[in-house]
């Protein structure tokens, strides 16, 4: 039972470009939803989170935006730079609970 | 401040053989996991621990213990490695960043290999 699904696993964008990775969660319960980001041969590493009470945050290029309506959520790198390919994974968690990974995305951002 | 290790990167195991990898995280983080990565799969959390001398099953425990004698280790030990266990392994710590907040560290991963 994959409560967590990342649906694309590759995604290839032109460097300048907005690249859009997506997630999708079955749990109602989860409350909290994280993106992590993950070089070959290292571990992930966190690049950015969302409450369940919000709709959308913003770091920089990094947005995520959740659709807890249709149990949603999205990461939009704008612009894309060539050293942001790496697999990007989402994550998400409830109060107390340990993490639930989805399966990742390889993004390619292309010179 | 070094993070999270992991000790060793990589290994290669014949079958039956048995093994210990080694997490050492020097932030003084209470939580510690055990995760696998494998294609198309994503992380799987294997055991994880709240807190020095406690230790929980998580997704996918069997064929694996595991140990947390010092606070700053959390040890995996697999007793008789099968090929279904090669794989690339995470060890990540935890701590919260605020009521339900959690956020969690990860070492360079252990590439296991059993044939």
């Known amino acids: 039972d994959q409560q967590v699904k990342q649906n694309s696993p590759s995604l290839s964008v032109q460097e300048g470009r907005i690249s859009i990775l997506n997630c999708d969660y079955t749990?109602?319960?989860?409350?909290?939803f994280l993106w992590y980001k993950k070089y070959p041969a290292e571990g992930p590493t966190f690049l950015i989170s969302i409450s369940s009470i919000k709709d959308k945050n913003e770091d920089g290029r990094f947005t995520v935006f959740l659709n807890k309506s249709a149990k949603h959520l999205s990461l939009h790198i704008v612009p894309s730079q060539p050293g942001d390919s790496a697999v990007y994974f989402c994550?998400?968690?409830?109060?107390?609970?340990?993490?639930?990974f989805g399966e990742g995305t390889q993004l390619t951002v292309n010179p | 401040n070094a993070g999270v290790t992991q000790t060793p990167k990589f290994r290669v195991l014949k079958t039956g053989q048995s093994m210990t990898l080694l997490c050492a995280q020097d932030m003084n983080h209470e939580y510690m996991y055990w995760y696998r990565q494998d294609p198309g799969m994503g992380l799987r959390l294997i055991h994880y621990s709240v807190g020095e001398g406690t230790t929980a099953k998580g997704e996918v425990p069997d064929g694996y213990n595991v140990s947390r004698l010092k606070k700053q280790n959390f040890l995996l030990g697999l007793e008789s490695a099968a090929p279904s266990q090669t794989s690339v392994y995470f060890c990540?710590?935890?701590?919260?960043?605020?009521?339900?907040?959690?956020?969690?560290?990860f070492g360079p991963g252990t590439r296991l290999t059993v044939t």
């Open positions: 994550a998400a968690e409830t109060s107390g609970s340990r993490l639930t």
């Open positions: 749990n109602s319960m989860f409350d909290y």
């Open positions: 990540a710590s935890e701590v919260v960043r605020g009521l339900g907040v959690y956020e969690q560290y």
